[in-house]
């Protein structure tokens, strides 16, 4: 699904959809699947609900798993569509998914704090 693109980003290409719900999303599998293949380091017991961090174009956001949303999909709220060329979604478009030193420096920017074993609303969230 996802490739090496640089030192910080994997590249991979989603069919990109709007959602109502407030947060970006992708399947809940697929989600705790990238999260224990990019995320992880393999030592101890490590969350694999900690969301992704994904950029469409000029956006960063934080995702999170949804099993409403169908596989290969990025559902985006409106508020992040809104600011993007996706004109006609679902749209099939490229997507990076920064990697875990750079994700966690992105989330912690959106002041996400990892240690935070309560997967609930955090700041930042839906921007």
Known sequence: MFEVFSRSYYLGRLYVTPTDHPRALI???QHERLNEEVYTSGEGVERLDAPLVMKLESQHFPVHGDSSVPAN???LPESVLENTDVRSPPSLRE???ARREQAERLLSF????PTDFDPGEYPGAGT
């Open 27 to 29: 399947h809940d599998e």
């Open 73 to 75: 999909t990025l559902a």
């Open 95 to 97: 997507v990076l998914l």
């Open 110 to 113: 959106a002041g996400w704090d």
